[in-house]
């Protein structure tokens, strides 16, 4: 293994600590706040963040990638990167609080209002982020932005208990992400040392606009694909239905959290060291595509098949409604797993202009589909964004597998027999834990009975059709313990 190949891993293994962290963290908070809070809370949230999150794109501009990517940036343009940052992010604060008061009133939820002008702040604290976060990147520590990345993680959460015990509400959810942003900012500038100085040279930022440009556009593009949901349940459906599906939605990201997204991270950084050697590039993309659905696709059919189980047991009763809509998100967890790895490799290649296409593309879809499926209810909704990926997905593995000279046929290679054989262990334990319903059995007996199963029946079919899969597994385990 080289040298760059033994330090992506170590990134990757830092990265999928943290994301297991978020996951723990989750598996800890969500029962906790499920609990003490009502759904309209968590709805009214998904009412504000979506807003916050799409303001956020705009605070980094495309620059933090681009400083990334670059041979050797100058000292100039870190500093124009920073101030750039820092006045989008003011500017951005000032329009979110001045405007909530409209926005509230166009969802026609009163609440919403404060809540939303609180959340504002998280923007001038994300902004100062951007470019020590790109520096440790650069650096390839990982480590660093694991560790930081879990301290703000658990900060926030202890925060928002705190404040759901003492009656906050829904307020609770807004101090966890103002605490855990304010810690994460403070963090990376006391673990960074970013070339900082009174500077600024817009021929810098000129120099990438191309670059940023592309990228900007596909990532505000792509916002208003993945959060239409959230507007669109909000104004057609309400709070409460918002809230069910928020949920839903929370735990079908988890097993994409915990490896897909630990990996992807490293995939810019790395890739963009041998960008022009496309074989290598290629052999690359397929390892990172074949680890992610080794992992993320059995326990996406897990998740489908169990999901009234997991539901009771997690969130609670009260949270059964949610249940038939995780069901359907869940094979949309499994292709997201696959997609959200391409964004990294798209910028590695420089080809941010076909990922803006792509995303214009899938914005159209996708909420063409929220609008016809919210006119059936929740399960309606997430049936037709199910339907929606499931069209989209070809041609954007088409257009990647294109810059980096493979084919489809390179691709099923890679993920083929996991996905059939994830898919026959699905149904094999949705059809037990029928059997265990029927004959009385409770939702943790369901589990403690199904998931070992599901794990033997996973392994069998893999060591039946895809022997090699075992080493790939344990030769990766090995190597993210050893090098950590």
């Given amino acids: 293994m080289t040298s760059l190949a033994k330090t992506a891993v170590r990134g990757a293994a830092w990265n999928t600590a943290a994301s297991a962290a978020r996951i723990a963290s989750a598996l800890l908070i969500l029962p906790v706040l499920a609990r003490l809070l009502d759904p309209a809370d968590f709805g009214i949230m998904q009412v504000g963040m979506p807003i916050i999150l799409f303001m956020m794109l705009f605070n980094d501009l495309?620059?933090?990638?681009?400083?990334?990517?670059?041979?050797?940036?100058?000292?100039?343009?870190?500093?124009?990167?920073?101030?750039?940052?820092?006045?989008?992010?003011?500017?951005?604060?000032?329009?979110?609080?001045?405007?909530?008061?409209?926005?509230?009133?166009?969802?026609?939820?009163?609440?919403?209002?404060?809540?939303?002008?609180?959340?504002?702040?998280?923007?001038?604290?994300?902004?100062?982020?951007?470019?020590?976060?790109?520096?440790?990147?650069?650096?390839?520590?990982?480590?660093?932005?694991?560790?930081?990345?879990?301290?703000s993680m658990v900060i926030g959460m202890a925060v928002a208990i705190f404040s759901a015990v003492r009656g906050?509400?829904?307020?609770?959810?807004?101090?966890?992400?103002?605490?855990?942003?304010?810690?994460?900012?403070?963090?990376l500038w006391l673990s960074a040392r970013v070339p900082l100085r009174f500077d600024y040279d817009v021929r810098e930022i000129r120099a990438v606009v191309p670059f940023i440009s592309n990228l900007l556009g596909s990532q505000v593009v792509n916002f208003f694909?993945?959060?239409?949901?959230?507007?669109?349940?909000?104004?057609?459906?309400?709070?409460?239905?918002?809230?069910?599906?928020?949920?839903?939605?929370?735990?079908?990201?988890?097993?994409?959290?915990?490896?897909?997204?630990?990996m992807t991270s490293v995939l810019l950084p790395t890739l963009s060291t041998f960008k022009s050697d496309t074989a290598r590039?290629?052999?690359?993309?397929?390892?990172?595509?074949?680890?992610?659905?080794?992992?993320?696709?059995?326990?996406?059919?897990?998740?489908?098949?169990?999901?009234?189980?997991?539901?009771?047991?997690?969130?609670?009763?009260?949270?059964?409604?949610?249940?038939?809509?995780?069901?359907?998100?869940?094979?949309?967890?499994?292709?997201?797993?696959?997609?959200?790895?391409?964004?990294?490799?798209?910028?590695?290649?420089?080809?941010?202009?076909?990922?803006?296409?792509?995303?214009?593309?899938?914005?159209?879809?996708?909420?063409?589909?929220?609008?016809?499926?919210?006119?059936?209810?929740?399960?309606?909704?997430?049936?037709?964004y199910l339907a929606a990926n499931l069209l989209l997905a070809l041609p954007l593995f088409r257009s990647l597998l294109t810059l980096i000279d493979a084919n489809l046929g390179d691709m099923f290679q890679a993920v083929g027999t996991t996905a059939l054989v994830s898919t026959v262990m699905g149904f094999g334990v949705w059809a037990l834990a029928d059997e265990l319903r029927l004959g009385g059995a409770s939702s943790l007996d369901t589990l403690i009975?199904?998931?070992?199963?599901?794990?033997?029946?996973?392994?069998?079919?893999?060591?039946?059709l895809d022997r090699p899969a075992f080493g790939e597994i344990v030769g990766l385990g090995k190597t993210l313990v050893l090098r950590s």
């Fill in 62 to 151: 495309g620059i933090g990638p681009a400083l990334v990517r670059a041979d050797d940036p100058s000292r100039t343009f870190w500093a124009t990167a920073f101030w750039t940052n820092c006045a989008m992010g003011s500017v951005l604060t000032l329009i979110v609080y001045v405007t909530a008061g409209p926005v509230a009133d166009w969802y026609d939820l009163p609440r919403a209002e404060p809540i939303l002008q609180a959340l504002a702040f998280a923007l001038i604290l994300n902004c100062l982020a951007v470019t020590p976060n790109a520096w440790l990147q650069r650096q390839f520590r990982f480590r660093d932005l694991a560790l930081i990345e879990i301290t």
């Fill in 225 to 262: 694909a993945r959060n239409s949901d959230n507007i669109i349940i909000a104004r057609m459906l309400g709070d409460v239905a918002l809230g069910f599906y928020a949920i839903a939605y929370r735990i079908m990201l988890m097993p994409i959290q915990f490896l897909s997204w630990g």
């Fill in 168 to 187: 906050a509400g829904a307020w609770a959810l807004v101090w966890q992400q103002l605490s855990a942003f304010a810690v994460k900012s403070s963090l």
């Fill in 449 to 464: 009975i199904c998931i070992p199963v599901g794990a033997a029946l996973y392994a069998a079919g893999l060591a039946a």
């Fill in 281 to 384: 590039v290629k052999a690359a993309c397929l390892r990172v595509f074949r680890i992610i659905a080794l992992v993320t696709f059995p326990a996406m059919a897990g998740i489908a098949a169990l999901a009234e189980p997991v539901v009771v047991i997690v969130l609670g009763e009260a949270w059964l409604p949610s249940a038939a809509v995780l069901a359907l998100l869940a094979p949309i967890g499994a292709l997201q797993s696959l997609t959200s790895a391409q964004g990294g490799m798209f910028m590695a290649l420089g080809r941010t202009d076909v990922l803006f296409r792509y995303t214009v593309l899938t914005t159209i879809i996708v909420i063409a589909a929220f609008l016809i499926g919210t006119q059936y209810g929740l399960v309606g909704t997430a049936t037709a």
